[in-house]
């Protein structure tokens, strides 16, 4: 009778890889036991538990290579962390929020993995976002033709999350080199999967066009020959895979949960009979591979590793810096403007026109930009023609198309710019964004910060907004003071062809997350030289469009370009008006601002979005603040009454929208005060 071939072997492990796959998961179990310890000892403030996952999380990571595949661990991964090369230090550091820690700096709960240097892509606390910059990651090593693959984990809740289901479609459409680890531990905080999921995860797959596999993932060698089975096919170009993996969480899901609010003993105990830790040291014991005393050795290391570790961490030094790495390039703004800029030379065109000759330019000038969003692709080139021609001349793999789904759109232009490529995702309305408001707020925001200056994230996200053109309810809002509010966002708004071009390829350039916001109203309206040659305008720099002496009239987009039809009108009543264009809402140009309020004693300050709680509001009260014992007048903004959005009727939106003859109106008032 042949004698069968252990397991491990069968798997391509050695004698000593698989100990230490043992080493590595016991590793795991201690650490978590230690943060329990240390968060009842007072000592720590918050941990999450990992107990249990040890098989699905350890054996995983020995399928891949370290040196070249790409890591997005969820916060409950431990065994993930540990497996791919973090030292029990790192994770104490995190634990205890010290200044070295090499996630976050402090600033992230503990077990929020990030590392640029092992490619672990920096992780947040919201649910599932993390699913779509796998994809994007995915698609960016897929253009680099290598054969590397993307790994991303999360538990069965996050299969909910909208983020997962596009992720999963972007990752079939595109036969990405991408795996998806489900850890299903059977419930999501206290929620039950039966209350929870419906069906199986792992069948879900079948769906988006690639295979499903349904484990034990409390097995290490059905884990390790399940993910061998997907990285090849990852690596021979042959797509994505979902891995669910059944396991159990022994602990409550963090340290400020009851779990036994809706579980009994009885039921973890009986998930305990089937550890992983105990399945891999009976098995390592009948293969002769650890002996009672090896094994007694072992677990003294490790207790003897982690107590080193733990004082190391617990004695080093606090983060003292809370304000730095907000951003990957802090702009400070320099000097006001005192004269309009010069007009450049160029041939006239409108702002469409400059747009797309601009992103042209951009692609031109910079072969790792990377162009996609609805319709933009091949010879449609956006509803409003911005990308015409970009496919044709630059190839269906740096301008393609996408579903509709922005959240995805923005969440995978995350993963790709972490591969290394400038990427301008669009959002065809500003009116459509909202979905993608987690990856824009939550994610791209806050990737500098979170992972203390460690990742950036250069993107560009461009969309049409602003009424005017008949465009109705949901083809006519103003979405700028949501995101102008937001740390770690810049925001800018072109009003003419030069400012496009400028504005863009400032943009395109910085290692911040961009708001590219094109005032539709302008697209054929507002028209202008296209500068000659290279041509920039920094991000937090005003255009001072016109000089005057009785007021400052504050505008951007489509108002600033009503502001300066309004010029003429005043002038001719005895008005001398001053008109700032900002260009840049964040970061705003304030010297020039408080420049002109000082000359000028009056102030008005124009948007198309609601005046409550407006972007001008923010205007408003800083120069309030700021200037106000050179104010002859209050500050006047003039936006949207407080209506939902704009109406479709004719009349009804030329009765709420600005105009040059309403702005005028205004600036009378004022200036009569």
Not at 371 to 378: I, P, Q, S, T
């Amino acid at each position: 009778m042949l004698e069968q071939t252990p397991d491990h072997r069968r798997l391509g492990l050695d004698d000593t890889e698989v100990v230490e796959m043992y080493r590595l998961m016991l590793m795991a179990r201690r650490v978590d036991d230690r943060m329990w310890a240390l968060q009842r000892q007072g000592r720590a403030a918050f941990v999450l538990g990992a107990s249990g996952h040890e098989a699905i999380q350890v054996a995983s990571v020995f399928a891949l290579d370290r040196d070249k595949d790409w890591l997005l661990p969820y916060y409950r991964d431990m065994g993930v962390a540990l497996a791919w090369g973090f030292d029990p230090r790192e994770i104490f550091l995190g634990v205890f929020a010290k200044k070295e820690d090499p996630m976050s700096g402090g600033r992230q709960l503990p077990s929020h993995w990030s590392d640029p240097d092992r490619r672990v892509f920096t992780q947040s606390s919201v649910i599932g976002t993390q699913f779509p910059h796998a994809a994007g990651i995915a698609h960016g090593l897929k253009f680099g033709e290598t054969d590397a693959v993307t790994v991303v984990y999360g538990g069965e809740g996050a299969t909910s999350e909208g983020d997962w289901h596009e992720a999963m479609n972007w990752a079939g459409i595109h036969d990405l080199p991408l795996i998806f680890v489900i850890e299903n531990n059977q419930y999501a905080i206290s929620v039950p999967t039966s209350e929870g999921v419906a069906g199986q995860i792992s069948d879900r797959a079948q769906g988006y066009g690639f295979p499903g596999h349904l484990i034990d993932g409390n097995d290490p060698f059905e884990v390790l020959e399940t993910m061998q089975t997907a990285v090849r096919r990852a690596r021979s170009g042959e797509g994505p895979t979902l891995i669910e993996a059944e396991t159990y969480r022994y602990y409550a899901h963090t340290s400020d949960d009851n779990d036994t609010l809706y579980r009994t003993q009885e039921e973890v105990e009986t998930w305990r009979k089937r550890d992983p830790l105990a399945k891999l040291r009976q098995y390592l014991i009948e293969q002769r591979l650890l002996t009672e005393k090896q094994e007694t050795d072992l677990d003294e290391e490790v207790v003897a590793t982690l107590a080193k570790a733990v004082e190391a961490a617990e004695t080093s030094p606090d983060p003292d810096e809370p304000t730095s790495h907000v951003y990957a390039r802090l702009i400070e703004v320099g000097e006001a403007s005192t004269t309009p800029e010069p007009v450049p030379a160029g041939e006239r065109v409108n702002l469409i026109t400059a747009i797309n000759r601009s992103l042209h330019e951009v692609m031109e000038a910079h072969d790792d930009t990377v162009v996609f969003g609805e319709d933009v692709a091949r010879r449609k080139g956006g509803v409003f023609k911005a990308t015409q021609d970009l496919t044709e001349r630059f190839g269906s793999k740096r301008c393609f198309n996408t579903p509709i789904a922005e959240s995805s759109i923005i969440g995978c232009a995350i993963g790709m710019a972490a591969t290394g490529y400038k990427v301008i995702p669009e959002i065809q309305f500003a009116d459509y964004i909202h979905p993608a408001f987690d990856q824009i707020v939550s994610e791209a925001a806050r990737i500098s910060y979170r992972s203390d200056g460690r990742w950036n994230c250069p993107i560009v996200i461009r969309t049409p907004y602003g009424a005017g053109i008949h465009g109705a309810q949901y083809h006519s809002q103003s979405i700028e003071a949501f995101y102008a509010h937001v740390p770690g966002l810049k925001v800018v708004i072109p009003s003419t062809p030069a400012d496009v071009k400028g504005l863009l390829h400032t943009a395109v350039e910085d290692p911040d997350p961009v708001l590219f916001i094109e005032p539709k109203k302008l697209y054929r309206l507002a028209k202008g030289p296209f500068p000659d040659g290279e041509h920039r305008v920094p991000l937090g720099k005003a255009a001072l469009r016109h000089l005057g002496d009785d007021l400052t009239i504050v505008a951007y987009g489509a108002m600033a370009h009503f502001a300066m039809e309004a010029v003429p009108i005043l002038e001719e009543l005895g008005v001398s008006p001053e008109v700032i264009d900002l260009r840049s809402l964040k970061p705003l140009d304030w010297p020039t601002i408080e420049r002109s309020v000082k000359k000028t004693s009056r102030a008005l300050v124009l948007h198309e979005d609601n005046e409550f709680v407006g972007y001008g509001a923010e205007i408003a009260a800083q120069i309030a603040d700021k200037t106000f014992e050179w104010l002859d007048a209050p500050v006047k903004r003039y936006g949207l009454p407080d209506v939902p959005l704009m109406p479709y009727a004719g009349s009804l939106e030329h009765a709420l929208y600005p105009t040059p003859e309403s702005i005028v109106e205004r600036a009378l008032e004022l200036a009569k005060y």
